[in-house]
């Protein structure tokens, strides 16, 4: 077996991917962020305050800033980036930038679909790889979702 998917990543849709597969993390730093204000809210009201607004204000920021910084080393050759999937028998290649990382399917835990999206958790990493479902054409989509369904 060996299906091949390539996608245009364009910053629109590097946002949504990086959304998509690391929402948990950006929850959690704001959750974090929410706390230490609110604590500081507590112990000196008028200082907390102040905090709690600025940790809740520059938590997004950070976030958009951080992807920014990252889709412009990606797109130093163009406006766009390729990304390129390849399911075969022992495992899926994704391609981005030059880069390659190869994951083994006994390495990859299905860990849900959404309307876009197929997303994978590595049993030793907390790391999500989302893989998008129109980076394959239709019939490959098919064949990669029953693949991806086998796994379950």
């Known amino acids: 077996m060996r299906i091949e998917g390539r996608a245009a990543l364009d910053y629109p849709a590097y946002r949504r ?3 998509t597969s ?3 993390r950006l929850l959690r730093m704001w959750a974090a962020a ?3 204000g609110l604590g500081a809210l507590l112990l000196r009201p008028a200082a907390g305050a102040v905090l709690l607004v ?3 204000v ?7 800033l951080s992807l920014r910084r990252v889709w412009r080393r990606l797109a130093a050759g163009g406006p766009a980036a390729e990304i390129g999937y390849e399911l075969t028998d022992d ?3 994704v391609s981005l930038a030059g880069v390659s990382t190869r994951h083994r399917w006994e390495s990859l835990r299905p860990l849900r679909e959404t309307a876009g999206y197929w997303l994978f958790r590595g049993l030793l990493t907390r790391r ?3 893989v998008p479902r129109d980076a394959f054409e239709a019939d490959a989509r098919a064949e990669a ?3 991806f369904a086998g796994m379950r």
């Open 17 to 19: 991917l990086v959304w």
């Open 145 to 147: 979702d029953a693949v």
């Open 54 to 56: 600025a940790l809740l």
């Open 58 to 64: 520059a938590v997004p920021l950070f976030f958009e």
């Open 22 to 24: 690391g929402k948990g």
């Open 34 to 36: 929410l706390l230490i």
């Open 91 to 93: 495992g899926m290649t």
């Open 128 to 130: 999500v790889i989302a």
